[in-house]
């Protein structure tokens, strides 16, 4: 699953402004939320987006990937 989400994101993070390439895919809405593993719940990010972003609150996505996704930059709250 993981690889053809990457596949689909050409290998790369899609972070606005990253240009390192995609290691992970991440789910847009948590499983632990309902979200389902559907490849449209799925976006490709690299490590330390992935990690030290998504995961410690520094960076937020909303949305349907690949294409009507809404990112959130920035600190925590």
């Known amino acids: ?3 053809k989400v ?3 994101d050409l290998g790369w ?3 606005p402004g990253c240009s390192r ?3 992970d895919a991440h789910h847009v809405l948590y499983r632990s939320l309902g979200g389902g593993d559907d490849p449209s719940n799925l976006v490709s990010l690299c490590s330390p987006h992935h990690l030290r972003g998504v995961h410690m609150g520094n960076v937020r996505v ?3 990937a690949p294409d009507a996704l809404v990112w ?3 600190e925590r709250r």
């Open 1 to 3: 699953r993981s690889r």
């Open 6 to 8: 990457r596949e689909r």
């Open 13 to 15: 993070c899609l972070v």
């Open 21 to 23: 390439g995609a290691d």
């Open 62 to 64: 909303h949305g349907r």
């Open 72 to 74: 959130e930059l920035g």
